[in-house]
């Protein structure tokens, strides 16, 4: 296994190609995936997500465009169908894959990653996240995503949901700004995930990790936890993210 680029107590993080880290894991290991991939839509190369992004940043003619590695269809599904067929191996009976997924269109994104979802590992329920006043879009207004969760297997390993936890959750989401990752989720978002699926000293992982919202997440609630990502720059505000976040819980 290589060096990590970052650890804590709790966790590592890893600077490269998930799916050869994936592929360095102990089989049956992981207790649950929590994870925002690229969605193969080229994301921030100049659409109107980048237009947004300089308009609310205040630098309409200096900010450069932020593309995602990877974030071209064609790459992104090849990527995904292996991060799926991976991730069956790794997760322990029962455990569960969540992934954020994109809502609406024009592009059914959430259909093929369902359906691929149920043919790798088996799929379980798609969650609405709704996002709390109007989205991007020239017709309709982006205002949902959503999280789209596979099981391996039966009976599930953990659920702490009991019998009132909706299929929607009502999360306010991020704009970006210049400092923060292009399609940064919140931290509710993910801490969400982790408490449903998991308890306190599970490992979580999370093969596209960005700038390290689960990790911080996993660190807030006890979760042991594994992230990788492909971008060194990623990997290094990551880094700085989770420091923070640890000397902030320290202080309370």
Same mark, same amino acid.
């Given at each position: 296994?290589?060096?990590?680029?970052?650890?804590?107590?709790?966790?590592?993080?890893?600077?490269?190609?998930?799916?050869?880290?994936?592929?360095?894991?102990?089989?049956?290991?992981?207790?649950?995936?929590?994870?925002?991939?690229?969605?193969?839509?080229?994301?921030?190369?100049?659409?109107?997500?980048?237009?947004?992004?300089?308009?609310?940043?205040?630098?309409?003619?200096?900010?450069?465009?932020?593309?995602?590695?990877?974030?071209?269809?064609?790459?992104?599904?090849?990527?995904?169908?292996?991060?799926?067929?991976?991730?069956?191996?790794?997760?322990?009976?029962?455990?569960?894959?969540?992934?954020?997924?994109?809502?609406?269109?024009?592009?059914?994104?959430?259909?093929?990653?369902? @359906?691929?979802? *149920?043919?790798? !590992? &088996?799929?379980?329920?798609?969650? =609405?996240?709704?996002?709390?006043?109007?989205?991007?879009? +020239?017709?309709?207004?982006?205002?949902?995503?959503?999280?789209?969760?596979?099981?391996?297997?039966?009976?599930?390993?953990?659920?702490?949901?009991?019998?009132?936890?909706?299929?929607?959750?009502?999360?306010?989401?991020?704009?970006?700004?210049?400092?923060?990752?292009?399609?940064?989720?919140?931290?509710?978002?993910?801490?969400?995930?982790?408490?449903?699926?998991?308890?306190?000293?599970? @490992?979580?992982? *999370?093969?596209? !990790? &960005?700038?390290?919202?689960?990790? =911080?997440?996993?660190?807030?609630?006890?979760?042991?936890? +594994?992230?990788?990502?492909?971008?060194?720059?990623?990997?290094?505000?990551?880094?700085?993210?989770?420091?923070?976040?640890?000397?902030?819980?320290?202080?309370?």
């Amino acid at each position: 296994m290589k060096e990590p680029y970052y650890s804590t107590d709790l966790g590592d993080l890893y600077l490269g190609d998930c799916l050869e880290v994936m592929s360095e894991l102990q089989e049956n290991s992981i207790d649950l995936i929590v994870t925002d991939p690229p969605y193969g839509l080229n994301y921030n190369d100049g659409d109107l997500a980048n237009y947004r992004e300089r308009a609310f940043g205040g630098h309409i003619e200096s900010m450069e465009a932020r593309p995602i590695v990877g974030d071209d269809q064609e790459t992104a599904d090849l990527v995904f169908r292996d991060f799926l067929r991976r991730s069956k191996h790794l997760l322990k009976r029962g455990a569960c894959c969540c992934c954020c997924c994109g809502g609406g269109g024009p592009k059914p994104l959430f259909a093929r990653w369902t @359906l691929y979802m *149920d043919e790798e !590992i &088996g799929f379980k329920q798609a969650v =609405v996240w709704v996002k709390p006043g109007l989205g991007m879009g +020239i017709q309709f207004r982006r205002s949902y995503e959503f999280v789209l969760i596979a099981q391996n297997g039966s009976p599930t390993r953990v659920w702490n949901g009991g019998k009132t936890t909706s299929n929607a959750w009502v999360i306010p989401k991020i704009i970006p700004s210049g400092d923060q990752h292009p399609t940064q989720k919140p931290k509710a978002l993910m801490a969400k995930q982790i408490n449903l699926f998991s308890n306190t000293g599970d @490992l979580v992982l *999370d093969p596209f !990790i &960005g700038y390290g919202t689960t990790a =911080v997440a996993c660190e807030d609630l006890k979760r042991c936890w +594994i992230g990788v990502d492909i971008s060194e720059e990623c990997c290094e505000v990551a880094a700085k993210r989770i420091e923070a976040s640890r000397r902030q819980l320290k202080l309370f």
